[in-house]
């Protein structure tokens, strides 16, 4: 009858205090913007006659009906479907179709990595992509590459840049990086990137 006493008293409190660990906070998540050369998939919902595949032109735009020219480099799928949703709108009485914009061939997020790397090339993804993910794609650092000083060429509208990259740092690992959220984000690689590793 004790032991049974004792089952069912409730537990004494831990005097210890409760620690809170802290959580760190949600990393943005990266889209992918659109490029020259990618194919879209573009359904208006409730209009079969309106699926559409179309391939971003190298201008940057594609042509949708109802909708006319939609520019969409540098853009993302939400970006795009709530312009076309707004362009047809006017077609419709009872309020705005839903519009869905995907891409189903990525093939023009193309990005280059040369140098000392272990498999230098042109590489083709799906998604944003980070330098450190774009060396892994290339295999690696090769033997005797400078890490300290691999820099990133990008074409713009007013010529080329050169952005330089601390790739040494971020593969020291926790030996240069301190826990936690990082102060600067990894830069990513834009379509014509190339990512030089001397």
Same mark, same amino acid.
């Given at each position: ?9 409730? =537990?004494? #409190?831990? $005097?210890?205090?409760?620690?809170? +660990?802290?959580?760190? $906070? %949600? ?5 992918? *913007?659109? /490029?020259?050369?990618? &194919? ?6 409730? &209009? &079969? ?20 020219? +939609?520019?969409?480099?540098? *853009?993302?799928?939400?970006?795009? #479907? %709530? ?7 006017? /077609?419709? *009485? ?11 061939? =990525?093939?023009? !997020? ?5 140098? @000392? ?10 998604? #944003?992509? /980070? +330098? ?10 090769? &033997?005797? %590459? ?6 990133? !060429? ?15 740092? +971020?593969? @020291?690992? #926790? *030996? ?6 990082? =102060?600067?984000?990894?830069? !990513? ?10």
């Amino acid at each position: 009858m004790a032991a049974w006493a004792a089952a069912i008293q409730p =537990a004494a #409190a831990d $005097p210890r205090p409760a620690i809170a +660990i802290p959580t760190a $906070p %949600a990393a943005p998540v990266s889209q992918y *913007r659109i /490029n020259a050369g990618d &194919e879209l998939d573009i359904f208006v919902w409730g &209009e &079969e006659r309106m699926q559409r595949l179309v391939r971003v032109q190298p201008d940057g735009t594609f042509s949708f009906p109802l909708a006319g020219t +939609i520019r969409a480099t540098g *853009r993302t799928g939400t970006d795009i #479907a %709530a312009e076309i949703r707004e362009r047809i709108s006017v /077609n419709y *009485r009872s309020g705005s179709p839903d519009v869905t914009v995907s891409v189903r061939d =990525a093939t023009g !997020m193309r990005f280059y990595v040369v140098g @000392k790397v272990r498999t230098p090339g042109s590489y083709t993804s799906g998604a #944003a992509i /980070n +330098i450190l993910q774009a060396l892994s794609m290339a295999g690696g650092a090769a &033997e005797f %590459a400078d890490l300290r000083h691999a820099v990133i !060429m990008r074409q713009t509208p007013a010529g080329q840049i050169v952005e330089p990259v601390q790739l040494m740092k +971020i593969l @020291k690992g #926790a *030996r240069a990086l301190d826990a936690g959220s990082l =102060a600067q984000p990894l830069p !990513m690689l834009l379509s014509g990137d190339v990512l030089v590793v001397p």
